[in-house]
């Protein structure tokens, strides 16, 4: 089994910065990517971003240029580092972690709340 914990989400004013952070534990062998998708209220779970197992990053439209994922492979943490936010980041966000084999974990989520 796979835990993930996420951590710093929290309210901030349009064109402000926050910082998510995912540290994984457990069975993480065979991980292909890690990274963050979000999901309002009545519409599907989207990505965000994602960072392979190589270091390579893949970004939603709607971020590139905002928002930049990193890893430290040694603590198995993830780090998602948003700029000049937007009311529409407004969402709960989900770290994911995907194996070989396309199997996914998810965290909790926490809530980011941008206001206007």
């Known amino acids: 089994q796979v835990q993930l914990v996420e951590s710093g989400g929290g309210l901030v004013q349009a064109g402000g910065s926050l910082r998510l952070s995912c540290a994984a534990s457990g069975s993480t062998f065979r991980m292909r990517t890690m990274g963050w998708y979000r999901q309002v209220p009545g519409k599907q779970r989207e990505l965000v971003a994602t960072i392979s197992n190589g270091g390579i990053t893949n970004y939603a439209d709607s971020v590139k240029g905002r928002f930049t994922i990193s890893r430290d492979a040694a603590k198995n943490t993830v780090h998602l580092q948003m700029n000049s936010l937007k009311p529409e980041d407004t969402a709960v966000y989900y770290c994911?972690?995907?194996?070989?084999?396309?199997?996914?974990?998810w965290g909790q989520g926490t809530q980011v709340t941008v206001s206007s």
């Open positions: 994911n972690l995907q194996k070989f084999g396309n199997t996914d974990y």
